[in-house]
């Protein structure tokens, strides 16, 4: 059946919002594209990013993660705002929040991951094994198969099974991200695959997905 595309631009329009209505007929179907200049009241208010830092910007960050219709701007933008801030400046768990916010939007942004090289780079051993394994849950996500992302990814995995780290108490899920991150990359790492067995072995009954 033939789909035909019209779209209705009100005199308030912008790229904001958009509603899909299809108009149910025999023969031909019309699909009407309705741009607002502001979102269904429904959702969240979009938040001015640059105007927000540390907390507040982790904050609107993670609500719009629950709320995946956010456009490509509001990730962009999130992106260059944290990438403006010093590593020294950033604490870890923000990276990591961040890091699993976007990797939970499916959004992959050079910056951002440019941004995480650079800040592992600097303070990795700032980072504690769960942050270490957000970020490279992200990175892997946005850029396996890109040059230099092998040597990322073991450089991180040599880092999280550093002897020093065995002091922390890590939570099974951030070996599940660091196994499964060294997966998507291609990268075979026998002493990460080694530490991490007997922790996934023993929850496995809390794995889903």
Known sequence: TPLCL?????????????????????????????IFKKAPRCLPAYPELHSLSGDALVRA???????????????REA???????QPASLA??????????FRRINFPSPVLSRYCQGYVKERCQALNTFELAAVL??????QAGMPGAEDF????????????RQRETI????????VTAAAEAGVNHQPLFTAAA?????NVKFMSG
């Open 153 to 164: 990814v073991r450089q991180v995995a040599d880092e999280a099974v550093n002897e020093w």
């Open 92 to 101: 870890g768990r923000e990276l990591a929040q961040f890091c699993l916010a």
């Open 79 to 85: 992106a260059e705002q944290v990438s403006a801030v």
């Open 198 to 202: 007997p922790h996934l072995a023993r």
């Open 61 to 75: 960050v993670r609500r719009a993660a629950l709320h995946p219709w956010r456009d490509a701007r509001f990730w």
């Open 137 to 142: 849950s992200y990175f892997t996500s946005a």
């Open 6 to 34: 019209s779209t209705v631009w009100p005199p308030d329009f912008c790229q904001l919002g958009v509603s899909v209505m299809a108009a149910p007929s025999v023969g031909p179907r019309f699909l009407q594209l309705y």
């Open 171 to 178: 939570p099974w899920s951030a070996w599940r991200m660091l």
